[in-house]
């Protein structure tokens, strides 16, 4: 049974430029949450989806834009992309009001 | 609105004995209580949760956690250390009667001292 995967591992990026990030949640969830960790944090919320809506959203900018499949995977959408976008973004799924399961997450780098 | 604080950002413990790190939460509503584990370059683990019943909550590689509701504490506890269990440890709650969104410390990094 496949944990929750993410892709790519590692991006490198220009200012201005915009990004794509993966997650294929773990069988059987329905549930999938995204966060941002800068270097040296907690995860902060970005959004969770759920039944292909978004369902919450944390104080992050409209740059940031999500979407979920029919088949629960999710993306991670980011525009015009700033320095302090570097972070490592890290995917969870759950089954809705349980507990959390993360994905390795992504490292973004924005030069 | 929801807040976790991680006092300690580092806890140093020598190996064999007993760790502690410590958790304090706040939310308008009952709390949904986590603890995380992360090691270099990884994603967040799971170690246990506490929703209600027995204060003392069992979870995984004999980590166990202590909810203390009058001092709203949900401290993070193992008798013996060892060294593998250095890592960067993440207190996170949620509001059982709001939403789903879960609530995350800034972290504490164990570092067990052989």
């Known amino acids: 049974d496949a944990g929750v995967t993410q892709s790519p591992t590692h991006l490198i990026k220009t200012r201005g430029q915009q990004v794509t990030l993966r997650c294929s949640p773990k069988s059987g969830h329905d549930t999938v949450s995204w966060y941002q960790q800068a270097l040296g944090q907690g995860p902060q919320f970005i959004f969770q989806?759920?039944?292909?809506?978004?369902?919450q959203r944390g104080n992050f900018p409209d740059r940031f834009s999500g979407h979920q499949f029919p088949n629960y995977s999710s993306e991670l959408n980011v525009n015009a992309l700033l320095l302090g976008d570097s972070a490592l973004y890290l995917c969870?799924?759950?089954?809705?009001?349980?507990?959390?399961?993360f994905g390795p997450g992504t490292r973004l780098t924005v030069t | 609105a929801q807040s976790v604080a991680q006092p300690e950002d580092q806890v140093n413990v020598a190996e064999g004995n007993p760790l502690t790190v410590k958790c304090t939460y706040s939310?308008?509503?009952?709390?949904?209580l986590f603890w995380y584990v992360q090691y270099p370059n990884r994603g967040l683990q799971f170690l246990l949760k506490y929703i209600t019943g027995d204060n003392l909550v069992k979870g995984s590689y004999g980590f166990e956690a202590e909810f203390n509701k009058s001092q709203t504490s949900f401290h993070l506890k193992k008798p013996s250390a060892l060294v593998s269990d250095s890592a960067l440890y993440f207190c996170a709650v949620r509001d059982l009667n709001r939403d789903d969104k879960i609530i995350f410390g800034k972290g504490t990094r164990l570092h067990i001292l052989p």
């Open positions: 939310v308008s509503g009952n709390p949904y």
């Open positions: 969870a799924s759950s089954l809705t009001g349980q507990e959390q399961y």
């Open positions: 989806y759920y039944e292909e809506e978004e369902r």
